[in-house]
């Protein structure tokens, strides 16, 4: 076996690289095809878009959490451009920032808990109140043309996309990064 090194003054080996790259290319995969949701109802579809950075986060760290928050952040605007939501997730405040916080957060919340179930809650939080309240903050306006409600029941509206699809997105995220870290637990070490 080929034993690898960290470039010199960083902490980034092959393997940590290589593991980032790909929770960050089945982030894209997410992103861009229908396995990104999980349908619960003609209505509700969970999104489990985020896991990757929660998994990232918990196994290579706060910069891996980065890196994979942000090019899940980049392929949802990129994504975003190509729905009615365009106007929405043009700004990467919306679209980028809070997946960048769900790296940050999760990484955080896992250093100091060592508890992958509270992580992924967390992390699920942060990935739903994040882009929620960006919305509410930056694209008002927008979000409530498009989706052609008053802006004054926008505090409503995304009061109830937050419980109708926080909890279950969080209750898949607790179940899948813990199936997945158990999983991975022996060869992460």
Excluded: C, D
Aim: net charge positive; glycine share 8%.
């Amino acid at each position: 076996m080929v034993e690898t090194k960290a470039v010199k003054g960083s902490s980034f080996t092959a393997k940590k690289m290589t593991r980032i790259a790909i929770l960050g290319a089945i982030s894209v995969l997410l992103s861009v095809t229908p396995l990104g949701y999980i349908p619960i109802n003609p209505v509700i579809q969970v999104t489990i878009m985020h896991i990757p950075v929660i998994i990232a986060a918990i196994a290579e760290g706060m910069s891996g959490g980065i890196i994979v928050g942000l090019i899940f952040g980049i392929s949802s605007l990129i994504h975003g451009l190509s729905t009615p939501l365009a106007p929405v997730f043009i700004n990467p405040m919306v679209s980028i920032f809070p997946r960048i916080m769900i790296g940050v957060v999760s990484a955080y919340t896992y250093k100091k808990t060592k508890n992958v179930p509270l992580t992924a809650a967390i992390g699920t939080f942060v990935n739903t109140a994040g882009v929620l309240s960006m919305i509410y903050v930056f694209a008002p306006v927008a979000f409530a043309s498009v989706k052609n409600v008053a802006v004054s029941a926008l505090g409503k509206i995304l009061l109830t996309v937050a419980v109708t699809n926080g909890i279950p997105e969080m209750i898949a995220a607790v179940i899948i990064v813990t199936a997945v870290m158990k999983a991975l637990a022996k060869k992460i070490k």
